[in-house]
């Protein structure tokens, strides 16, 4: 009985590449840095009470929610924190379920994108606590003593509270051509033969599903948002390059190589430290890099041959 | 003397009124009102509150980039 139990109690199931990754110093210290300048900014900002009529002592069982609220459409509303509080007994351990329950029980005017409520959709990332996250999948801090901040993505106009405009993301996407090209058709009538080593080549890229976390917390980004990719963008066009199926490599690395498109990528590394399912885009993007580079060097030659 | 801001929002407004003015009768018209009351409604808004104006300007732009393939018969407003 004792043997069933322990095989019972296992190490639960990740998707590949959710464990953490061993960030480097460098990396964690920026995220400190960028984030208490994020919940500094949040702190000294406008904040109003949603209940105004709860006593300390309700108030310290339960958590602070304090969440972005700004309507643009109407002309007498102006940004601000409004604070919530929420008994975490009564709801599921994720933010979404925060949101949900607030919107269904405080203040149904709150405005958010979500969908699947399992992470696969991407429609609901935003900024849980200073880093860009899914918010049916990210945990709240069970800690009463701190409030939790929830603010939409970075550096994008908002539409409504939580809801940001992303039409430059999907467009940006668009331009890469993320579907297979094939000059030569399928052998027999069934589908496109791929050896199990090139199919593990696409393992850590395929399960991105554009939510632009990370892209939205790159500063690139932030800079250059109209020629900058962004690394949600370029590691698609790395799963697309390496994809053995594929047969317009070259022509993919030659739209990459020709603008500034990629070369903004200043290894900052937040892209791989927020993802929200654990993939790196980091390293995807300084492998397409090098590709890039090899295709300039190899067209140099072919050119002078 | 208009600032770089204004200059930009009345250029919009004169893209607008070309679209328009290549559609046939009624979507004509209609574009062109609807075109007119919206700038003439936020005429009056101050300077200063430039979100707000950035907030219309960004939405009058996409309203155009959907509409501006499309085959409008025309636009009543209600």
């Given at each position: 009985m004792l043997q069933r139990l322990s095989t019972v109690i296992r190490r639960p199931m990740f998707w590949h590449g959710t464990h953490h990754h061993d960030s480097n110093d460098a990396t964690k210290r920026l995220f400190d840095t960028v984030s208490s300048t994020v919940k500094g900014i949040q702190q000294i900002n406008y904040v109003v009470e949603h209940d105004p009529k709860l006593t300390a002592e309700e108030k310290s069982k339960m958590k602070q929610f304090l969440i972005y609220r700004y309507d643009p459409a109407d002309e007498n509303d102006f940004p601000k924190y409004v604070s919530y509080y929420v008994d975490l007994k009564k709801i599921p351990p994720m933010y979404l379920d925060a949101l949900l329950y607030i919107k269904d029980n405080y203040d149904s005017s709150l405005s958010l994108r979500r969908s699947c409520r399992e992470g696969i959709c991407g429609s609901c990332s935003m900024n849980c606590n200073g880093l860009h996250k899914l918010a049916c999948i990210h945990a709240i801090d069970t800690d009463l003593t701190q409030p939790a901040y929830i603010t939409p993505l970075g550096h994008m106009f908002v539409v409504k509270d939580l809801v940001v405009d992303m039409t430059n993301f999907y467009t940006q996407y668009k331009t890469i051509d993320p579907y297979l090209k094939r000059k030569t058709p399928k052998e027999g009538n069934k589908e496109?033969?791929?050896?199990?080593?090139?199919?593990?080549?696409?393992?850590?890229?395929?399960?991105?599903?554009?939510?632009?976390?990370?892209?939205?917390?790159?500063?690139?980004?932030w800079w250059h948002p109209d020629r900058y990719l962004g690394p949600a963008v370029l590691m698609q066009a790395y799963r697309w390059i390496v994809d053995s199926r594929d047969e317009y490599t070259?022509?993919?690395?030659?739209?990459?190589?020709?603008?500034?498109?990629?070369?903004?990528?200043?290894?900052?590394g937040m892209c791989s430290?927020?993802?929200?399912?654990?993939?790196?885009?980091?390293?995807s993007m300084n492998h397409l890099m090098k590709l890039i580079e090899e295709y300039k060097e190899r067209k140099i030659a072919s050119a002078t041959l | 003397?208009?600032?770089?801001?204004?200059?930009?929002?009345?250029?919009?407004?004169?893209?607008?009124?070309?679209?328009?003015n290549l559609k046939p009768e009624p979507a004509r018209l209609t574009i062109k009102q609807y075109a007119q009351n919206e700038y003439r409604k936020n005429q009056n808004i101050?300077?200063?509150?430039?979100?707000?104006?950035?907030?219309?300007f960004r939405q009058g732009k996409n309203k155009y980039e959907i509409w501006k393939d499309a085959k409008i018969d025309k636009i009543q407003m209600h």
């Open positions: 496109y033969i791929q050896s199990v080593e090139d199919r593990k080549l696409l393992d850590g890229l395929y399960e991105c599903v554009l939510c632009a976390c990370c892209s939205t917390s790159c500063p690139s980004y070259d022509e993919r690395l030659e739209k990459l190589a020709e603008d500034v498109k990629v070369e903004d990528c200043q290894n900052i430290f927020t993802c929200p399912k654990g993939l790196d885009p980091q390293k | 003397m208009h600032s770089k801001f204004q200059k930009e929002i009345l250029q919009f407004y004169r893209q607008v009124i070309k679209w328009a101050p300077k200063k509150k430039f979100d707000r104006i950035e907030f219309l």
